[in-house]
T-cell receptor, first 115, second 112 residues
Framework: DAGVTQSPTHLIKTRGQQVTLRCSPK?????VSWYQQALGQGPQFIFQ???????QRGNFPDRFSGHQFPNYSSELNVNALLLGDSALYLC??????????????FGPGTRLLVL | QKEVEQNSGPLSVPEGAIASLNCTYS??????FFWYRQYSGKSPELIMS????GDKEDGRFTAQLNKASQYVSLLIRDSQPSDSATYLC????????????FGSGTRLQVQP
């Protein structure tokens, strides 16, 4: 049973650049959520995709955008990178259900360093 | 007030003891609650979910939920050094929000 996969595992960028992170959900799952985790903090919700549409968005600027493909995989794009965007970016997949019973499973994450 | 609060720790317990991790949340309509374990440098791993008041047991882990007190806890029996990690409490409300709101985590150290 394939779990959630993410690529790349690590990434170094400079301020002002753009980055794309990728995620493939767990087999059988159709919903992908993205989180940002700064050092020493809990993950912060960025957005969630279902049926190729952004279903919900957290308190992140428009520099953060995403996409979901027909095979349920997803991309997170961040434009005009800031030093503060350095973090672990986590993808979580779930199977759509009653809204409060969607259990989310996390991938290994992409560690982004912005210099 | 933070939406989900946890004591950052570290919580230090001897091997074989019971570790008790606590979490409070502010959104009274929250319906689902999750505990994740995160080893240093790794991603969160789901331990348990709980939706109803009371206790839910899975192996050495017991989750306890009290919605009236807006309190959820995780007990780890017979703690092992391999349990040393950060434990994250996550909450999902029923009010159309599908996002998980996380606490900052409690760091647990199990001393051999």
């Amino acid at each position: 049973d394939a779990g959630v996969t993410q690529s790349p595992t690590h990434l170094i960028k400079t301020r002002g650049q753009q980055v794309t992170l990728r995620c493939s959900p767990k087999s059988g799952h159709d919903t992908v959520s993205w989180y940002q985790q700064a050092l020493g903090q809990g993950p912060q919700f960025i957005f969630q995709y279902y049926e190729e549409e952004e279903r919900q968005r957290g308190n992140f600027p428009d520099r953060f955008s995403g996409h979901q493909f027909p095979n349920y995989s997803s991309e997170l794009n961040v434009n005009a990178l800031l030093l503060g965007d350095s973090a672990l970016y986590l993808c979580a997949s779930s199977l759509v259900g009653t809204e409060y019973q969607e259990t989310q499973y996390f991938g290994p994450g992409t560690r982004l360093l912005v210099l | 007030q933070k939406e989900v609060e946890q004591n950052s720790g570290p919580l230090s317990v001897p091997e074989g003891a019971i570790a008790s991790l606590n979490c409070t949340y502010s959104d009274r309509v929250s319906q689902s609650f999750f505990w994740y374990r995160q080893y240093s440098g790794k991603s969160p791993e789901l331990i348990m979910s709980i939706y109803s008041n009371g206790d839910k047991e899975d192996g050495r882990f017991t989750a306890q939920l009290n919605k009236a007190s807006q309190y959820v806890s995780l007990l780890i029996r017979d703690s092992q050094p391999s349990d040393s990690a950060t434990y994250l409490c996550a909450v999902n409300s029923q009010t159309g929000r599908r996002a998980l709101t996380f606490g900052s985590g409690t760091r647990l150290q199990v001393q051999p």
